[in-house]
């Protein structure tokens, strides 16, 4: 019996997998649309964790400076 060719089986080997009770981001709680970008909130950043240096408008954390962080950064 021949096993099927491996790209003829629909998986979702590349799917990220999802941690037990991790849920789904809600809008209006961890984000909200502006101009068709997402915009995380205070909330939704402060369950994340971390900060991630992008400059995210709500972002908590004081290590996070919208003049220091993002593309528009300084460097040097």
């Known amino acids: ?5 491996k790209q003829a089986i629909d998986t979702d080997e590349d799917a990220v997998p999802s941690s037990e009770g991790e849920k789904e981001m809600q809008e209006g709680i961890d984000y909200y649309l502006e101009d068709g970008l997402f915009v995380f909130t205070a909330a939704f950043l402060r369950k994340r964790g971390y900060c991630c240096e992008s400059g995210c408008r709500h972002c908590p954390y004081q290590t996070c400076k919208p003049d220091q962080a993002g593309p528009s950064r300084k460097l040097g």
């Open 1 to 5: 019996m021949a096993l099927p060719d």
